[in-house]
């Protein structure tokens, strides 16, 4: 069964007002697709239904512009922040939905954000965006974090590769600046999200050079070239027993996404492209990144 590792934070935590409803179309970018931006717990629930596992999480803004929120969360209580909502929303379904914090660098409020995530509300990773959240993944503050989340056998989940959003360097989301984090810290668990694209070449190679980074391959399946591209590519190199599966929710359904895994092969097959062994893609589908990270629910 699918263990979805990368969904994020409904907006909402009722039904959506008609006059609240918002969609984006960056985000899809190329196909048919438009990205509903705002949903509710509910629609979080009924769109996880058949998976085992689901990773939630939200982004924490940057500590100097309180506007930077990706994904925002307009429909909750203020007194809420993203990791509360993270946490209210496994609480619904604990030993299905593992809540993640997202914390800043250099948020001078990092300590006490970070205990009381792992103490109060029972988080079990992180997600970091370094482009949304503008910060050099070799700066000293985010290293000194990456310490203690190996320390505390925390996983990352980190944005790799492109973005529509304009205010976030593109190339703090490099996976190439993986690789010596992976150097520094090699028990340090790590998912790269999107397989970085369009850099699924850089990280491939550092997913395959570090024993404990993994790609997750959410929001690929609607440009299906390039998703070949990328899943032939780890493929060839022997890397696709280090991918997980992922939705992007609300980007993707998890649904939508087994879909797309599965239309892999006749997009290859109507192009006269390699097939991508169904096997692999069946493992993918089953793989259980709980187990894998070592997850304790
Ligand atoms: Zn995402």
């Given at each position: 069964?699918?263990?979805?590792?990368?969904?994020?934070?409904?907006?909402?935590?009722?039904?959506?007002?008609?006059?609240?409803?918002?969609?984006?179309?960056?985000?899809?970018?190329?196909s048919?697709?438009?990205?509903?931006?705002?949903?509710?717990?509910?629609?979080?629930?009924s769109?996880?239904?058949?998976?085992?596992f689901?990773?939630?999480?939200?982004?924490?803004?940057?500590?100097?512009?309180?506007?930077?929120?990706?994904?925002?969360a307009?429909?909750?209580?203020?007194?809420?922040?993203?990791?509360?909502?993270?946490?209210?929303?496994?609480?619904?379904?604990?030993?299905?939905?593992?809540?993640f914090?997202?914390?800043?660098p250099?948020?001078?409020?990092?300590?006490?954000?970070?205990?009381?995530?792992?103490?109060?509300?029972?988080?079990?990773?992180i997600?970091?965006?370094?482009?949304?959240?503008?910060?050099?993944?070799?700066?000293?503050?985010?290293?000194?974090?990456?310490?203690?989340?190996?320390?505390?056998?925390?996983?990352?989940?980190?944005?790799?590769?492109?973005?529509?959003?304009?205010?976030?360097?593109?190339?703090?989301?490099?996976?190439r600046?993986?690789?010596?984090?992976?150097?520094v810290?090699?028990?340090?668990?790590?998912?790269?999200?999107?397989?970085?694209?369009p850099?699924?070449?850089?990280c491939?190679?550092?997913v395959?050079?570090?024993?404990?980074?993994?790609?997750?391959?959410?929001?690929?399946?609607?440009?299906?070239?390039?998703?070949?591209?990328?899943?032939?590519?780890?493929?060839e190199?022997?890397?696709?027993?280090?991918?997980?599966?992922?939705?992007?929710?609300?980007?993707?359904?998890?649904?939508?996404?087994?879909?797309?895994?599965?239309n892999?092969?006749?997009?290859?097959?109507?192009?006269?492209?390699?097939?991508?062994?169904?096997?692999?893609?069946?493992?993918?589908?089953?793989?259980?990144?709980?187990?894998?990270?070592?997850?304790?629910?």
């Open positions: 069964m699918i263990t979805d590792v990368h969904t994020h934070i409904p907006s909402h935590q009722k039904k959506v007002p008609d006059s609240e409803i918002r969609f984006d179309e960056s985000m899809q970018s190329g048919q697709f438009k990205t509903k931006l705002t949903n509710s717990v509910d629609d979080y629930l769109s996880m239904e058949n998976v085992e689901s990773f939630i999480f939200g982004i924490a803004r940057k500590p100097w512009d309180a506007k930077s929120e990706i994904l925002s307009p429909g909750w209580d203020k007194k809420f922040n993203h990791n509360d909502i993270a946490s209210i929303v496994s609480k619904l379904s604990p030993k299905k939905i593992v809540p914090m997202s914390l800043h250099m948020d001078q409020n990092l300590d006490y954000e970070y205990k009381r995530c792992l103490n109060e509300l029972d988080i079990k990773g997600k970091l965006g370094p482009n949304y959240q503008d910060f050099h993944p070799h700066s000293v503050e985010a290293m000194n974090l990456y310490s203690r989340l190996e320390n505390d056998n925390v996983p990352i989940i980190f944005h790799q590769g492109t973005s529509p959003v304009t205010n976030a360097p593109l190339e703090y989301s490099h996976p600046f993986i690789d010596k984090i992976a150097t810290f090699p028990n340090l668990k790590m998912i790269l999200a999107h397989l970085g694209h850099w699924q070449e850089y491939m190679s550092v395959r050079k570090h024993k404990n980074v993994y790609a997750d391959l959410s929001a690929q399946f609607y440009r299906p070239w390039s998703f070949w591209q990328g899943m032939n590519l780890f493929s190199w022997g890397v696709l027993d280090k991918v997980f599966f992922g939705s992007d929710w609300p980007v993707t359904t998890p649904q939508q996404t087994e879909e797309g895994i599965n892999l092969n006749l997009y290859a097959k109507q192009f006269n492209l390699p097939k991508i062994p169904d096997e692999d893609l069946k493992n993918i589908l089953n793989r259980n990144a709980v187990k894998i990270l070592d997850i304790k629910i």
